[in-house]
């Protein structure tokens, strides 16, 4: 019973922190209609994540609008609510990268740099890679593209065939963009700024 209630207050927990930062993200506009899904690991063996539940705004989520899914994005069972239909996506990265929580989010930035860049968005020489998690100068980032897929295993083998493990980051093209860090205030700070860097670059390259 004790391991029971401990499962089932470390959801609720991580649900709750899903919810404030899915608010977030919908006040960005970054998670527009009912776009948009995030993820923290709750375990590694096995594998289980708390992932945003399907269809619902990413504005008005509470702590109980997530679903435990196992290491292939499946719910596990017994659950009232359908994890997003990109879960399958936020378990090979946290099992091939080793993510505390990914964050998949609709902005803009990325997906018009993947449109000018498609075999990788390439950033250098830019302060705001260390809020990254790279460094400033020296230091060449190629942020990876793929095309879009509506099957999570597709989009997985691609991010893995290309997956460095000092990009935290994944552009699919046309969609939108994942990245992650080892709990979901890092992945949101990874976030800010790689957005931030993509529309600099976009913005010097049009002139």
Known sequence: MPDLVTAGQAIVTAGQAIAVESARYTA???MRGTSGNLSVTLGRDP???AVTASGLDKGELTAHDVVEVDGTGAALPGQRLRPSAEAGLHARIASVAGAGAVVHLHMLAPVVAAERWPGGIELSDLE???GFGRRAHDDLVRVPVVPNSQDMGVLGDAFEAGYDPETPALVVARHGV???GDDLMVARHRAECLEWLLRFKTAIAEG
Do not use: E, Q
């Open 28 to 30: 960005l506009g970054w």
């Open 47 to 49: 594998l289980r994540l």
């Open 128 to 130: 705001m890679l260390k």
């Open 178 to 180: 994942y990245v992650w």
